[in-house]
């Protein structure tokens, strides 16, 4: 796998699986454009990186009247791009008697509707190459279903939705996209509504994986395969890596 | 199916009952013994159906169920006068045809909001416990576009593909009050919809290639709904059902 | 919100009929109060009373009076 060459634009550095994804993109020899709300978490990632292709860029991608604007900025500052990774996003538990409009639209708007309006202003004329590779993380909840996990669910699965959709559309320019099924990762056990959920429901669900918690490295291997021209042929695909969760 | 389900004394909601599957849906549960109660927002077309239907008793209310805010009192109205429910088949649902390079936040979000957010707040509602009688079933309609990978219907994809995902986790949830859930997968079928969609493709319509079984009617998914109501089905919760002449298999 | 509204609202979001618990009633022997009831709880705290409530609290508590009082 070798990415050396690409450039890489990657939206959600600061999470842990965000950053090792920067990391091990770094590693094969590629370009990396960070991007995430805050500039604190990927000014330090930067900071500690003594590596000359890595650059960040901070805006609030959560607000869709800022993506287009910022998107030209990157194009123009960096150059066209061959790769993008969508992984922000927002998860969240709330029972149906409970789930309004307002948490569905917030689940929505993190997970789906920032990752398209981005995928619409990026492939603009000029501003991502022909051949080049779109990967979002998404989850095993997109299509198996948890108590709680309404909003959560549906919006992932919207987004597995929306990228065989644009894999379609942009098959003509021979970009990919595809998505991650991705389990239980360990960053994910740090999260407080991870830990409250589980204490409830006594890690019945996370038994389920029976191969065992996932790596973050090895969510960012699979994401590499994606970008990598190894997998030109792959599109509209929801690739699933989840300990052997979802069988 | 006559021989098969009755929904004698039962009350199912019916939203989308204007036209096309919604309509055919309201005109066999009649034929079936039910009691309707049809939404929609076009009083015409509403009375229309009510026309067609078998039996007394029925009732409609025009509602725009993309006004989530007060669907919680509409819901409440309607128990109180009509009692409570045994069965909801959402139908409505708007289309949308818009490449990437042309679809703006606005029309996802507004396709996301009719087609996956009523749905959601109609199900928060009628679930209540004073709304519902036990053995509720609930029926979302769905789309081969959630599935397959569509030119230009991202919004409305990603919208049904989010109706069949919550429906598998509220079938989790609500389990315990004895409530099923499930969705039908219809592929192109044979409505007025369908109709001006071929029109504005100059009568080209490359998916039905893949439905070797043609066409389809809206009583082909109209049973299939019927079925996942009755409780001949009460084994069966959280499936997405295809209704599709073959597409999604072949 | 008075104590008799806090109830009230514990009520409707639990399902539970109206009138038949109060401060004293131990959560144990509530039917309606399952593992769901309890993360629905967590949400309600949160966007009711602001107030951050975790699987540790829950496990401490043992009847609606100390709901109310973690409510404020």
Redesign the interface.
């Known amino acids: 796998m070798d990415l050396s060459n690409k450039r890489i634009l990657v939206v959600g550095a600061s999470s842990e699986t965000g950053e090792t994804i920067v990391k091990q993109i770094l590693s094969l020899g590629a370009n990396v454009i960070m991007v995430d709300c805050f500039e604190d978490k990927v000014k330090d990632i930067f900071n500690k990186s003594s590596n000359p292709q890595l650059s960040y860029h901070t805006f609030d991608f959560y607000n869709?009247a800022e993506i287009e604007v910022n998107i030209k900025h990157l194009n123009m500052t960096f150059g066209a791009f061959d790769g993008f990774v969508y992984c922000a996003g927002k998860g969240g538990?709330?029972?149906?008697?409970?789930?309004?409009?307002a948490f569905?639209?917030d689940m929505?708007n993190a997970n789906?509707?920032s990752f398209?309006?981005i995928?619409?202003c990026v492939?603009?004329k000029g501003f991502f190459n022909n051949g080049g590779s779109m990967v979002a993380i998404s989850s095993v909840?997109?299509?198996?279903?948890?108590?709680?996990?309404?909003?959560y669910?549906?919006?992932?699965?919207?987004?597995?939705?929306?990228i065989?959709?644009?894999?379609?559309?942009?098959s003509e320019k021979k970009i990919r996209v595809n998505s991650i099924l991705k389990g239980w990762v360990t960053s994910d056990m740090k999260l407080?509504f991870i830990?409250?959920?589980?204490?409830?429901?006594k890690n019945e669900d996370f038994e389920k994986q029976i191969l065992g918690v996932i790596e973050p490295i090895e969510i960012a291997n699979t994401v590499c395969f994606l970008l990598s021209d190894a997998t030109k042929t792959i599109t509209?695909a929801s690739i699933i890596h989840d300990g052997g969760y979802s069988i | 199916m006559q021989h098969l389900v009755s929904f004698s004394d039962k009350l199912i909601m019916v939203t989308g009952a204007s036209a096309g599957i919604g309509q055919e849906t309201a005109i066999l549960l009649s034929n079936l013994g039910a009691k309707l109660v049809l939404i929609a927002t076009n009083e015409e077309r509403l009375q229309n159906t009510m026309n067609m239907l078998v039996g007394n008793g029925h009732k409609y209310f025009c509602y725009d169920l993309a006004d989530l805010e007060n669907i919680e009192n509409k819901v409440n109205e309607i128990v109180s006068i009509c009692g409570k429910f045994d069965g909801f088949v959402n139908c409505v649902g708007i289309r949308s045809r818009r490449p990437l390079s042309l679809l703006s936040i606005k029309e996802i979000r507004n396709v996301m909001d009719v087609n996956f957010g009523s749905f959601i707040e109609m199900t928060r509602c009628i679930t209540k416990k004073a709304n519902f009688n036990e053995g509720l079933s609930i029926v979302g309609v769905s789309s081969i576009a959630s599935h397959a990978g569509g030119v230009s219907v991202t919004a409305y994809a990603a919208s049904k593909a989010a109706v069949e995902a919550a429906v598998r986790c509220l079938s989790k949830e609500l389990a315990n009050k004895k409530i099923r859930l499930n969705t039908v997968v219809p592929s192109q079928i044979n409505t007025p919809e369908y109709a001006n969609l071929l029109q504005m493709s100059g009568g080209v319509d490359n998916v039905l290639g893949r439905q070797y079984l043609g066409l389809g009617d809206p009583s082909d998914v109209a049973n299939a709904i019927a079925f996942l109501l009755c409780p001949a089905s009460k084994f069966i919760t959280g499936i997405s059902l295809p209704v599709d002449g073959g597409y999604l298999s072949s | 919100m008075t104590n008799q509204e806090k109830i009230a609202l514990i009520e409707e979001t639990l399902e539970i009929e109206g009138g038949t618990i109060n401060e004293n009633t131990v959560l144990s022997e509530i039917a309606e109060y399952d593992s769901m009831a309890k993360l629905t709880l967590i949400v309600l705290c949160d966007e009711e009373f602001s107030k951050k409530l975790t699987g540790e609290h829950i496990r401490g508590f043992n009847t609606v009076k100390d709901i109310l009082d973690f409510m404020g």
């Open positions: 869709n538990v709330r029972p149906l008697q409970l789930t309004k409009n569905i639209h929505m789906l509707y398209v309006e995928i619409r492939t603009k909840s997109s299509i198996k279903g948890l108590k709680s996990k309404i909003s669910s549906a919006s992932k699965a919207a987004l597995d939705a929306s065989r959709g644009m894999a379609a559309e942009l407080d830990q409250d959920n589980m204490e409830l429901n509209g």
